[in-house]
């Protein structure tokens, strides 16, 4: 089975950061795209980055580009997403996911095994 632990969120001030770490089972970790997304009360789920199965290709959405960075570390089975110049519309809980494939995709259908969340809380 594939388990996906979210750890990192917490209550901070606008323009504060925050590091959010989500740590993979299974021995073929490499293999996958991951994805970080988030999800506000009463509104879908929404895409935030995606970095390839090599950590070479990242996609952001345009609400974060520039101010979130996503990354990994393949030999401890862990991907980040670095949050900088936190605004109160990022506040949500932030989920990783397991893509189904290598490359890269922003699609949230494409994605087969989901964490629980961490909560990221911004105020003004």
């Known amino acids: 089975q594939v388990q996906l632990v979210e750890s990192g969120g917490g209550l901070v001030q606008a323009g504060d950061s925050l590091r959010l770490s989500c740590a993979a089972s299974?021995?073929?970790?490499?293999?996958?795209?991951m994805g970080w997304f988030r999800q506000a009360p009463g509104k879908e789920r929404e895409f935030v980055a995606t970095?390839?199965?090599?950590?070479?290709?990242?996609i952001y959405a345009t609400a974060v580009k520039g101010r979130f960075t996503i990354s990994r570390d393949n030999a401890k089975n862990t991907v980040y997403l670095q949050m900088n110049s936190l605004k109160p519309e990022d506040t949500a809980v932030y989920h990783c996911?397991?893509?189904?494939?290598?490359?890269?995709?922003?699609?949230?259908?494409?994605?087969?095994?989901w964490g629980q969340g961490t909560q990221v809380t911004v105020s003004s």
């Open positions: 996911a397991r893509s189904q494939q290598q490359a890269i995709t922003t699609t949230v259908c494409q994605y087969d095994y």
């Open positions: 299974g021995r073929t970790f490499s293999n996958y795209a």
């Open positions: 970095i390839s199965g090599s950590g070479r290709s990242t």
